[in-house]
């Protein structure tokens, strides 16, 4: 069982470009997000999706916009990278039952220059 | 919005009981919930409290206090492969039941 992917793992990545963070899960779980890690910051969250076709706004939404078309697939997309976004970013989902429980992927490590 | 504290760091022998202590401020706290990561891995989860009171899961125990705000992390037995970072975080009515984490606290075992 894959659980949930991310990719690209890691990517460098020049100020001003767009980038899309994909991330993929098989569990069929309706809740998935998007948090990004900065030392001593803990884990914040940017984006979230309750079920396919919605999605609302995290604690640091500002630079990120996330689609859910689908159950599986939850991409975060940063359509003009800025040096403050440099970060690792994890996706999650959740089975909704009530365990305060999240599937963590891997996490994908961004470098914007 | 939310707040929670625990402390940065904590060092332990092997074999030694470590408690993780965390305080919280939110306005609809549901439940707090524990996270070990290693290495900047994946957090994989480890424990959650709605109710007050002790929960087991083998060597780890989590406890809650709702009218302190209050929850600690019982690592007990300690093992080398529990040096990671442990995250405990707030399930919130007012933030559409979402996970907020801490900042995390570093547990480093020494042989």
């Known amino acids: 069982i894959a659980g949930i992917t991310q990719a690209p793992t890691s990517q460098i990545l020049a100020a001003g470009r767009r980038m899309t963070l994909r991330c993929t899960q098989d569990?069929?779980?309706?809740?998935m997000y998007w948090y990004r890690q900065d030392l001593g910051l803990g884990l914040r969250l940017i984006h979230y999706?309750?079920?396919?076709?919605?999605?609302g706004k995290g604690e640091v939404p500002d630079g990120y916009s996330v689609s859910r078309a689908n159950t599986d697939d939850f991409p975060l997309t940063l359509a003009s990278a800025v040096p403050s976004q440099t970060s690792v970013y994890f996706c999650?989902?959740?089975?909704?039952?009530?365990?305060?429980?999240?599937?963590f992927g891997e996490g994908s490590r961004l470098t914007v220059l | 919005g939310q707040s929670l504290e625990q402390p940065s760091e904590v060092t332990a022998v092997e074999g030694a009981i470590v408690q993780i202590n965390c305080t919280y401020q939110?306005?609809?706290?549901?439940?707090l919930s524990w996270y070990q990561q290693h290495d900047g891995g994946a957090p994989t989860f480890l424990s959650y409290?709605?109710?007050?009171g002790l929960e087991e899961t083998g060597r780890f125990s989590s406890f809650l206090s709702r009218s302190d705000s209050y929850g600690y992390l019982l690592l007990q037995e300690l093992q080398m492969k529990d040096s990671a970072s442990y995250f405990c975080?707030?399930?919130?009515?007012?933030?559409?039941?979402?996970?907020?984490f801490g900042a995390g606290t570093t547990v480093t075992v020494r042989a």
């Open positions: 939110t306005s609809g706290f549901y439940g």
């Open positions: 569990m069929r779980h309706n809740a």
């Open positions: 975080a707030v399930r919130d009515r007012s933030n559409d039941y979402k996970l907020s």
């Open positions: 409290n709605a109710l007050d």
């Open positions: 999650a989902s959740s089975d909704g039952r009530d365990t305060g429980e999240l599937f």
């Open positions: 999706s309750n079920t396919a076709g919605t999605t």
